[in-house]
């Protein structure tokens, strides 16, 4: 039998993926053609469907995430089917999907939302974990309550918030950068954190304007298998989980500032014997841990060695494109994602990709960069489901201006944190100035200005100046005039350019 000789149905559009990106997606397309048959075939058994939507400025943007059934979806769009099951197979030029369960899909069009997964140092579970979805999550959180120390190794969002929330259990860090969190922050920014990770953590949580994950009910181990990944977890993923490690109390995390390398041949991580013996000869005692043995030890490329109960590897992501390459001819990006256009369309036609799986391949706005996050996953589903429709009504539309300029609200260590466009002085190479306005425990504002233009913005804490900034980095105004009262905490700049 060939795939045509197995067709169940064809439909007019296919979205693969139950996350943000394919449920946005899914919901834009059955919103704008009403008569045309869609199918969300998803390997999850749960969707994440964006509520509360809330534009908390032009760009800027928040919502609460929650985990829902799909009834919810097929209740909500009559002309939606949901398949629950994997891609396998995707033959382009056929236009046909098959499932796990070897049933066969046609499509008109079809939209890849397939997510990522953790790019681990090694495989080698269960001394090598990586967090994405619900069930990695309770794997650690399983993990976690009989460990007495973790090496956590990678430097951005996860590994920021789990240096913070974990308790109860030694933390060795392994940091390759200079500063911490160096995929969100410069050092000021870094340096301005770092005190919180010794401090105690606040009774109650300061309110935050941030995109809240949430599941409706408990997670009892329905989702999905290990080969059949579920939707990356979100904002607040640690919320609801207890993060508490053996001992159960509370120690801060170590940071261990070494400039370290972490290599994947430097790394050695043991279920095997030999090395484990051969490894505690030469075993140098570090944290007073001298009589122990561990589960597994690990070399950092600065000569230091470190036992402990398992290893924590948060260094990025992989985009999920295997299942969809084989037999076709996808254009791939460096960072291995399915390269899309500012249709996001990709190289192969009448598919489409969006969220963590698509690389943007478009000439970008000057002020915007693609990080893989939640609010864009939703912003390119969003727009995919868009693209789709006006293609199948031969109408044509703009790039959404949500692309115009790149927009973050997230929280670290218990402070709002609000990043716009070239926050970090992305690609400007050395044209450009830095102002800062920084005090202790309380906030940290760093505007980026290039000509006097101002192109980027980090605020760390309660600056209520999110709006304004935002609206200066949108209208381009020369704010060379005001030099420094632009910080001026004496001056309010809101005042000044309404
Ligand atoms: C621990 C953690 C914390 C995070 N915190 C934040 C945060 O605070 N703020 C933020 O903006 N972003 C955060 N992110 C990133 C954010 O979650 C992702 O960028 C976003 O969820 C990506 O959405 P997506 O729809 O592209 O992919 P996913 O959510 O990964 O969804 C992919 C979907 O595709 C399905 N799938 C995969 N392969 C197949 C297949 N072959 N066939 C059928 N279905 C398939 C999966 O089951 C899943 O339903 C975090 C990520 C993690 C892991
Ligand atoms: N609050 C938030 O916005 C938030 C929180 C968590 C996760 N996320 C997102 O979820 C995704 C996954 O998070 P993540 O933290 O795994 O990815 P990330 O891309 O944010 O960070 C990866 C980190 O690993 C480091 N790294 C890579 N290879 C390494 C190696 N060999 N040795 C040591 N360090 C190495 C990198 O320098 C980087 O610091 C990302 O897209 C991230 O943006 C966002």
Same mark, same amino acid.
């Given at each position: 039998?060939?795939?045509?000789?197995?067709?169940?149905?064809?439909?007019? /559009?296919?979205?693969?993926?139950?996350?943000?990106?394919?449920?946005?997606?899914?919901?834009?397309?059955?919103?704008?053609?009403?008569?045309?048959?869609?199918?969300?075939?998803?390997?999850?058994?749960?969707?994440?469907?964006?509520?509360?939507?809330?534009?908390?400025?032009? &760009?800027?943007?928040?919502?609460?995430? @929650?985990?829902?059934?799909?009834?919810?979806?097929?209740?909500? /769009?009559?002309?939606?089917?949901?398949?629950?099951?994997?891609?396998?197979?995707?033959?382009?030029?056929?236009?046909?999907?098959?499932?796990?369960?070897?049933?066969?899909?046609?499509?008109?069009?079809?939209?890849?939302?397939?997510?990522?997964?953790?790019?681990?140092?090694?495989?080698?579970?269960?001394? &090598?974990?990586?967090?994405?979805?619900?069930?990695?999550?309770? @794997?650690?959180?399983?993990?976690?309550?009989?460990?007495?120390?973790?090496?956590?190794?990678?430097?951005?969002?996860?590994?920021?918030?789990?240096?913070?929330?974990?308790?109860?259990?030694?933390?060795? $860090?392994?940091? =390759?950068?200079?500063?911490?969190?160096?995929?969100?922050?410069?050092?000021?920014?870094?340096?301005?954190?770092?005190?919180?990770?010794?401090?105690?953590?606040?009774?109650?949580?300061?309110?935050?304007?941030?995109?809240?994950?949430?599941?409706?009910?408990?997670?009892?181990?329905?989702?999905?298998?290990?080969?059949?990944?579920?939707?990356?977890?979100?904002?607040?993923?640690?919320?609801?989980?207890?993060?508490?490690?053996?001992?159960?109390?509370?120690? /801060?995390?170590?940071?261990?500032? $070494?400039?370290?390398?972490? =290599?994947?041949?430097?790394?050695?991580?043991?279920?095997?014997?030999?090395?484990?013996?051969?490894?505690?000869?030469?075993?140098?005692? #570090?944290?007073?841990?001298?009589?122990?043995?561990?589960?597994?030890?690990?070399?950092?490329?600065?000569?230091?060695?470190?036992?402990?109960?398992?290893?924590?590897?948060?260094?990025?992501?992989?985009? %999920?494109?295997?299942? /969809?390459?084989?037999?076709?001819?996808?254009?791939?990006?460096?960072?291995?994602?399915?390269?899309?256009?500012?249709?996001?369309?990709?190289?192969?036609?009448?598919?489409?990709?969006?969220?963590? &799986?698509?690389?943007?391949?478009?000439?970008?706005?000057?002020?915007?960069?693609?990080?893989?996050?939640?609010?864009?996953?939703?912003?390119?589903?969003?727009?995919?489901?868009?693209?789709?429709?006006?293609?199948?009504?031969?109408?044509?539309?703009?790039?959404?201006? #949500?692309?115009?300029?790149?927009?973050?609200?997230?929280?670290?260590?218990?402070?709002?944190?609000?990043?716009?466009?070239?926050? %970090?002085?992305?690609?400007?190479?050395?044209?450009?100035?830095?102002?800062?306005?920084?005090?202790?425990?309380?906030?940290?504002?760093?505007?980026?200005?290039?000509?006097?233009?101002?192109?980027?913005?980090?605020?760390?804490?309660?600056?209520?100046?999110?709006?304004?900034?935002?609206?200066?980095?949108?209208?381009?105004?020369?704010?060379?005039?005001?030099? @420094?009262?632009?910080?001026?905490?004496?001056?309010?700049?809101?005042?000044?350019?309404?």
């Amino acid at each position: 039998f060939t795939m045509a000789d197995k067709i169940e149905k064809t439909f007019k /559009f296919v979205v693969v993926g139950g996350g943000i990106a394919g449920v946005t997606c899914v919901e834009q397309l059955s919103y704008s053609l009403q008569s045309a048959d869609v199918a969300l075939i998803t390997a999850s058994p749960h969707i994440k469907a964006v509520t509360n939507y809330k534009q908390v400025a032009k &760009v800027l943007e928040e919502f609460d995430v @929650e985990e829902q059934p799909t009834s919810v979806l097929e209740e909500k /769009f009559p002309n939606l089917t949901v398949i629950h099951s994997a891609v396998n197979t995707l033959n382009t030029r056929s236009h046909l999907v098959e499932t796990a369960d070897g049933k066969v899909y046609g499509y008109e069009k079809l939209c890849i939302c397939s997510g990522a997964r953790p790019k681990l140092l090694i495989q080698d579970k269960p001394y &090598v974990l990586g967090i994405r979805d619900t069930d990695s999550a309770q @794997e650690f959180q399983k993990q976690l309550t009989k460990a007495r120390k973790i090496v956590v190794v990678g430097n951005g969002g996860i590994a920021l918030e789990l240096v913070y929330e974990v308790e109860g259990c030694e933390v060795i $860090w392994a940091v =390759k950068d200079k500063t911490i969190g160096n995929t969100f922050f410069d050092a000021g920014a870094a340096q301005f954190l770092i005190p919180s990770l010794g401090a105690d953590k606040p009774e109650r949580e300061a309110a935050c304007k941030r995109t809240r994950y949430t599941t409706d009910y408990p997670t009892d181990g329905r989702g999905s298998g290990p080969t059949e990944p579920g939707s990356a977890l979100g904002p607040d993923w640690h919320r609801g989980l207890v993060l508490k490690g053996a001992e159960w109390v509370r120690t /801060f995390a170590k940071l261990l500032f $070494w400039n370290l390398i972490l =290599k994947r041949d430097m790394f050695i991580s043991v279920g095997n014997k030999t090395l484990l013996t051969l490894f505690k000869k030469n075993f140098s005692p #570090c944290c007073g841990q001298a009589s122990r043995t561990w589960p597994v030890y690990v070399l950092l490329t600065n000569g230091k060695t470190f036992g402990c109960d398992f290893v924590v590897s948060a260094t990025g992501v992989i985009p %999920n494109t295997e299942p /969809f390459l084989r037999g076709n001819n996808f254009a791939l990006a460096d960072d291995g994602g399915l390269r899309v256009d500012d249709h996001m369309v990709t190289s192969e036609p009448d598919v489409y990709a969006a969220g963590d &799986v698509c690389t943007a391949c478009w000439d970008h706005s000057p002020l915007w960069q693609q990080m893989r996050l939640w609010t864009q996953a939703r912003q390119m589903g969003w727009h995919a489901g868009r693209c789709m429709a006006a293609c199948a009504l031969s109408e044509t539309i703009e790039l959404d201006f #949500c692309f115009e300029l790149f927009s973050h609200i997230t929280k670290f260590f218990n402070y709002k944190v609000f990043l716009l466009g070239k926050f %970090n002085a992305q690609g400007l190479g050395s044209d450009y100035e830095l102002l800062l306005r920084y005090t202790k425990g309380e906030e940290y504002v760093k505007v980026v200005l290039q000509g006097g233009r101002m192109v980027g913005a980090v605020l760390i804490g309660e600056t209520d100046l999110e709006e304004t900034f935002e609206n200066l980095i949108l209208n381009q105004m020369d704010l060379t005039p005001y030099g @420094e009262d632009l910080l001026n905490p004496n001056i309010d700049i809101e005042d000044y350019f309404d």
